[in-house]
Nanobody, 114 residues
Framework: QVRLVESGGELVQPGGSLRLSCVVS????????PAWYRQTPGRERELVAN???????NYADSVKGRFTISRNNPRNTVYLQMNSLNPEDTGVYYC????????WGKGTLVTVSS
């Protein structure tokens, strides 16, 4: 059974930084393309970033230059480093993985507010 467990979300001031982590179990993590999605108030869930098995990355335009996705295969973990956070980044961030079907974590809440 594939399991994704996110952590790292919290309240942060505008301009601040956070690092989210997602630990994956039950899949051959090294050959997957994990991703981060977010659900912000009033908007549909959107792709934030993903990273292929070879390390190629893809970002939403709204986070380019501010967020960095990375992976640690021995630790079966994908990270999302978020810098220069603004209130529009507030939302629930979900880890996603396709392994024979879609798998989602339960999400971690990021709140950007002064």
């Amino acid at each position: 059974q594939v399991r994704l467990v996110e952590s790292g979300g919290e309240l942060v001031q505008p301009g601040g930084s956070l690092r989210l982590s997602c630990v994956v179990s039950g899949a051959n993590f090294a050959i997957t393309t994990p991703a981060w999605y977010r659900q912000t108030p009033g908007r549909e869930r959107e792709l934030v970033a993903n990273i292929t098995s070879s390390g190629a990355t893809n970002y939403a335009d709204s986070v380019k230059g501010r967020f960095t996705i990375s992976r640690n295969n021995p630790r079966n973990t994908v990270y999302l480093q978020m810098n220069s956070l603004n209130p529009e980044d507030t939302g629930v961030y979900y880890c996603y993985l396709y392994w024979r079907r879609d798998f989602w974590g339960k999400g971690t809440l990021v709140t950007v507010s002064s």
